[in-house]
């Protein structure tokens, strides 16, 4: 037992002595020994060699480490900004909005539709304003599949926020011809367009929308015809059967508008007989013993026109570019942009069009952003950054 105990120590002495070198005076090297109990301390790959910005991050007086205000901040004014353009920010002097960066313009996701865009060219930015002609706004019209895909195609636009019908196409399947309401200077509504599933029995009705209604009369599973009627606001407009795998489809006698004091009045200028109502009639069947029907599809449109292009006046803007294919136009007067002034449109002599406005901060600095105001009060829907 001595004798193995004897032996690990010697066998230790050796290894050590083995980590000590002598050189030819005798003196002993002992990095390697160093080594071992203080490793060298290195310098981090990712830190950058030469930084002109590191000579800030110490101050002279306490050698306290400071961190750097907003060093690394990008400019808020390109296009893929959102929301804010900031004077002192470094981005040149033209805010550009698209959908993109601006969640009060109109997109439909699905089918990447909307086009409308703000260019704002701001001059000097010290001079808080936009002088006329300066802002510009365009949109385009966007072709569409209808939500249920049978029906075919249509056309819409987005417009001051929201979206709105501008015609039939050679591929809308249950209208009887093409028509574009951007020849005839005004936009309709889009109601519904949908594409889900209702069952109705006989004797009962489904609400549409501004007023409308559908009664489900009487159901003929043998025959699979089902005899419908229409409503609007309680009298019916409308009476005919339709057979199982066909469209109802309702016309409306569409006539021109015009704007007087904010207000849309009907002219004796017919636009033309357009389908405001289809309704996909899928199946007739028989549910708990009692006949009924299932609808796959609907489309609504506005009985009257919902915007009147006609006569040029929207807020602060106008038009200045009227085609098949889209609407461009420019701000009439100049606009101050000092607080607590801003361009709330609507709600101060400075808008710009419909509820669309900037905001202007409280600052020495100019700094802005663009806003949409909600109809009414309440909880709604926000679209986030495309």
Do not use: C
Request: no cysteine; hydrophobic share 35%; net charge negative.
């Amino acid at each position: 037992m001595i004798g193995t105990v004897t032996a690990i120590v010697a066998m230790l002495l050796i290894w050590g002595a083995s980590l000590i070198t002598v050189d030819n005076q005798g003196n002993m090297d002992d990095s390697r020994v160093n080594n071992l109990t203080q490793p060298e301390i290195q310098t981090p790959k990712s830190a950058p060699e030469s930084d002109s910005r590191l000579n800030d991050l110490t101050q002279p007086e306490t050698g306290n480490i400071t961190l750097l205000e907003k060093q690394f901040r990008m400019p808020v004014s390109p296009p893929g900004s959102r929301y804010i353009w900031d004077g002192d920010a470094g981005g040149g002097s033209t805010f550009n909005l698209t959908p993109m960066n601006f969640d009060g313009f109109y997109y439909d996701l699905d089918n990447n539709a909307g086009s409308e865009s703000f260019i704002i060219s701001l001059g000097n930015p010290r001079d808080k304003s936009i002088q006329e002609n300066d802002l510009k706004y365009s949109t385009a019209v966007s072709n569409i599949p209808f939500k249920y895909r049978s029906f075919g195609n249509y056309t819409m636009i987005g417009f001051m926020g929201e979206r709105y019908f501008t015609g039939y196409t050679d591929d809308s399947k249950f209208a009887h011809s093409p028509v574009n309401l951007l020849n005839h200077r005004m936009l309709l509504g889009i109601l519904m367009d949908e594409n889900a599933n209702h069952t109705l029995t006989a004797g009962s009705g489904m609400a549409l929308s501004d007023g409308y209604a559908i009664l489900v009369n009487s159901v003929n599973i043998d025959e699979r015809t089902v005899q419908i009627s229409l409503n609007k606001n309680g009298e019916e407009i409308d009476s005919r059967s339709v057979k199982a795998g066909e469209t109802y489809v309702y016309n409306k006698d569409i006539r021109k508008v015009k704007t007087i004091s904010g207000y849309l009045y009907d002219t004796n200028i017919s636009v033309g007989n357009l389908p405001i109502i289809a309704i996909n009639i899928d199946s007739v069947l028989s549910k708990g013993n009692f006949p009924a029907i299932t609808i796959n599809g609907i489309f609504q449109l506005s009985d009257t026109a919902k915007i009147d292009l006609e006569s040029g006046d929207h807020g602060l803007m106008k038009i200045t570019n009227f085609s098949d294919n889209g609407i461009s136009m420019v701000n009439a007067v100049s606009l101050e942009l000092r607080y607590p002034y801003s361009t709330e449109f609507e709600r101060h002599s400075s808008g710009i069009m419909g509820d669309m406005g900037l905001e202007i901060a409280d600052s020495d600095i100019l700094r802005f952003s663009a806003v949409k105001d909600s109809v009414g009060y309440g909880n709604h829907e926000r679209r986030g950054a495309v």
